[in-house]
């Protein structure tokens, strides 16, 4: 397709935007049907990933008779001749007499015809040297397949991979996990009219995103190096075009941020058109961030990638991220639909007509309130630096103090938990 032809089937007239709850299941689902293979990684580089696969136990757990205390395993009825000793990690011989005890050691196997555990600090000697004391009723060791059995699924598919899973692996005999590759994501900043260092000045703006959004992306689990991130790209529909097949190249995810309109040096949906991309969501009734898109590339041998356009406006580009971006994101790693949280209103939010509100707002964990910020144009950061997350405030609504509404968390570390 020439650029002039491209550039007339990007000014077709767009279709309404999609409603935000609509576009979010939209690209979930994209996203999941796109799913990145599985891969076999070792526990010690597993985490921040998702299980591709449900975590089974290989072993009944615990896989042997095993002491909850430090005492004495012993026979039969007491006082007891003291016939061994039983550290954790050895096969102990068995009690084979009654009237016979080991000591043994917290986490060690329970001796077999062993019939109680005495606690040391509860336990006497005798003047010849035999083990006195009353054991408690209950048993004082984990029997085999307490916690689990061999084979039991422990853990399903889809769940994100955090320090206590790994644990939880190690303990069942696993040296390795299979989980979903990670995304590669790169970033590609349009817009000449953008400084990438110093103050701001002359006409000219400060890039505030190409620094800001790999960060976002990484949070989400993506890999995103130094060479990842291209621009200022020119202002022309063949420097659109290039920069996009570049990072197309090697990229699950190719973020964009500015030219989702159709003004006269925005090119992204021309260049789009050129590309062969088609919609899965072109703008979502939500505000501030309405002129996003995601659009998606198909190979001719079916490998899947997608173009996620950012809004210019910095906390534009966020809402696109936190709208389009962690649902797809999702998708792609396996993982379920993100549930989002509640909490409610300490103060009063409009509404934005029909038009999704998403607005920032600071979250008193105590309480559970959520509290809105200042400086929260979508030109601005400052209330964005400050901020937990966006609560939702839904079409053709308002927010009132006491309402229960969603909250959709600005991504965190790995394994981090947001509210």
């Given at each position: 397709m020439s650029t002039e032809t491209a550039a007339a089937a990007a000014q077709v007239a767009a279709p309404p935007p999609a409603g935000w709850e609509e576009a979010r299941s939209r690209v979930y689902a994209v996203g999941l049907a796109a799913a990145l293979p599985a891969v076999e990684r070792p526990l010690g580089d597993a985490d921040g990933h998702t299980l591709a696969e449900p975590l089974t136990t290989r072993t009944d757990l615990p896989a042997f008779p095993t002491s909850s205390v430090d005492g004495w395993a012993v026979r039969g009825d007491g006082p007891w001749q003291v016939v061994g000793r039983v550290l954790a990690g050895h096969t102990p011989p068995p009690l084979a007499a009654d009237g016979t005890t080991a000591e043994i050691a917290t986490g060690a196997m329970v001796p077999e015809g062993t019939t109680a555990i005495l606690r040391i600090e509860e336990s006497t000697?005798?003047?010849?040297?035999?083990v006195a004391g009353t054991p408690r009723p209950t048993p004082e060791w984990r029997e085999p397949g307490e916690e689990a059995y061999a084979g039991e699924e422990l853990v399903p598919a889809g769940t994100p991979v955090d320090p206590a899973l790994i644990g939880l692996a190690a303990s069942c005999g696993h040296d390795t996990l299979r989980v979903r590759r990670a995304p590669r994501a790169a970033l590609l900043v349009f817009g000449d009219e953008l400084l990438t260092s110093g103050p701001p000045g002359a006409g000219r703006v400060r890039d505030a995103l190409g620094p800001t959004v790999p960060a976002w992306l990484r949070r989400y689990g993506c890999q995103v190096r130094p060479d990842d991130?291209?621009?200022?790209v020119a202002d022309t529909l063949p420097a659109h075009v290039a920069a996009l097949r570049g990072a197309l190249a090697d990229a699950d995810l190719v973020c964009t941020t500015g030219g989702t309109m159709h003004g006269p040096v925005d090119?992204?949906?021309?260049?789009?058109a050129e590309l062969g991309a088609d919609y899965v969501v072109n703008t979502v009734a939500v505000r501030p961030g309405f002129p996003m898109l995601l659009a998606r590339l198909v190979d001719g041998d079916g490998r899947v990638r997608f173009v996620a356009g950012l809004p210019g406006n910095p906390q534009s580009a966020v809402v696109a991220l936190v709208s389009l971006v962690?649902?797809?994101?999702?998708?792609?790693?396996?993982r379920p639909m993100p549930v989002l949280p509640q909490a409610t209103l300490a103060e009063p939010i409009p509404g934005r007509g029909d038009y999704t509100h998403l607005a920032l707002v600071r979250l008193d964990r105590a309480?559970?309130?959520?509290?809105?910020?200042?400086?929260?144009?979508?030109?601005?950061?400052?209330g964005l630096a400050g901020a937990d997350g966006f609560a939702v405030i839904r079409p053709g609504t308002s927010g009132a103090v006491g309402d229960r509404v969603p909250l959709v968390p600005l991504p965190l570390l790995p394994g981090e938990r947001a509210w």
């Open positions: 000697r005798t003047a010849d040297g035999r991130v291209v621009g200022p090119h992204l949906h021309p260049a789009l962690a649902p797809l994101l999702a998708g792609l790693a396996g309480a559970g309130t959520a509290h809105p910020v200042r400086h929260v144009g979508s030109a601005m950061l400052r």
